[in-house]
């Protein structure tokens, strides 16, 4: 880090001068325009044309890929923000393992399309507009669609009903596109402040915080996919439990669905009350798991497994919401409210 001191240059105007170096590695000159961006804490950050675009390309060579190992590269260069990413190889064509892949990552992401195909390359392109979405309401909405998997899923335990299975497993893509997304808009917003506002943030302080809390509720939607596949795999697509058991872990649930829609609330919200009652919600129902086990009448091992299978992956997702709790106060205690008052 270095200083530098500020300059007089008349009776109002103070100024200061960029560093060399860094003009020079962002192509800044005489005469160039900078967007310059007023942040809380006394921060002022100054921004290049080219860091101000959020345009970018990047080519990923397919040569040395294996069909996974390409998928993932296209997705990795989703979330970094690419606008424009080309698979292609240096000699001859894409094989079909190398397509497949480019529209298997294609039908995996929010916005993306190909644009362009030739036998050595093809170009995919990124239509979402940071400005057409908000992290709070992405995160809003990736905790709804896991809570709607995971009512589905208990359903259809309940019930034995395949279908309703079937349709939370079918949400879980949805579910993935959603994350995807939002660490795309965090990784942006993070290289470029001003796309900070555009998707719903005064400053890039909570950005961090955005990150674990959106890879949190991925988590919960996955043990909601975990309960959907017992259900499809299990006997009669039921667990053999008396209906005074199924009654009790139905309950569970809901209070484990109340317990995360709070605690995104309270991270959207930045409020401490709320985070406060998501663990007062989390101690009522912290030993439901163990009560309900050691209650259990004697179960074939199959049944057993099952039976604790959705049980540990109910807590866990309670467990999932403590932990956004935890984020969400971090956030409200940086703010004046009327608990706190900061110099």
């Known amino acids: ?32 325009e900078v967007t310059i961006r007023t942040g809380d804490k006394g921060t002022l950050t100054v921004l290049s044309e080219s860091a101000s675009s959020e345009d970018s390309e990047a080519v990923i060579h397919a040569d040395e890929l294996d069909a996974d190992g390409l998928e993932r590269a296209i997705v990795a260069q ?20 190398h397509i497949n892949s480019v529209y298997r990552a294609e039908t995996q992401l929010m916005g993306l399309g190909v644009i362009e195909e030739t036998p050595e390359a093809i170009a995919i392109r990124c239509s979402v507009d940071p400005e057409d979405f908000t992290l709070d309401n992405l995160l809003e909405r990736l905790e709804n669609t896991g809570s709607t998997m995971r009512t589905e899923a208990m359903k259809g335990l309940a019930h034995g009903n395949p279908d309703l299975a079937e349709r939370a497993l079918n949400r879980e893509r949805q579910a993935n596109k959603i994350f995807v997304l939002l660490l795309r808009l965090i990784f942006t917003a993070y290289q470029n402040p001003n796309l900070a506002r555009a998707v719903g943030l005064e400053s890039g302080f909570p950005l961090v ?27 009669g697509n039921t667990l053999d439990v008396d209906s005074a058991t199924m009654r009790q872990i139905r309950d569970f649930t809901e209070s484990v669905d109340e317990i995360t829609e709070l605690a995104v609330r309270s991270v959207v919200e930045r409020d401490y009350d709320m985070t406060i009652a998501v663990r007062q919600k ?24 099952e039976v604790r299978e959705v049980l540990v992956g ?8 403590v932990r956004n709790a935890e ?10 409210s009327e608990h706190l008052t900061i110099d």
């Not at 509720?217 to 959907?228: F, P």
């Not at 912290?286 to 091992?301: A, I, K």
Request: hydrophobic share 40%; charged share 30%.
């Open 282 to 305: 989390f101690r009522e129902i912290r030993d439901t798991e163990s009560e309900l086990l050691g209650d259990l009448p004697e179960l074939s091992n199959d049944t057993l497994l």
């Open 327 to 336: 984020i969400a106060a971090n956030l409200a205690l940086n703010e004046d």
């Open 209 to 235: 915080g955005y990150r674990s809390v959106a890879k949190n509720l991925e988590l919960t939607a996955d043990h909601a996919q975990e309960i959907a596949e017992i259900c499809l795999n299990a006997d």
């Open 1 to 32: 880090m270095e200083t530098r001191k500020v300059q007089r240059l008349g009776p109002s105007t103070l100024a200061m001068t960029l560093p060399a170096e860094w003009t020079k590695s962002y192509g800044v000159e005489k005469g160039d």
């Open 78 to 97: 989703y979330v970094l923000g690419r606008r424009v990413i080309t698979v292609t190889v240096r000699e001859g064509a894409l094989d079909g393992e």
């Open 314 to 321: 109910l807590r866990q997702t309670a467990e999932y919401a």
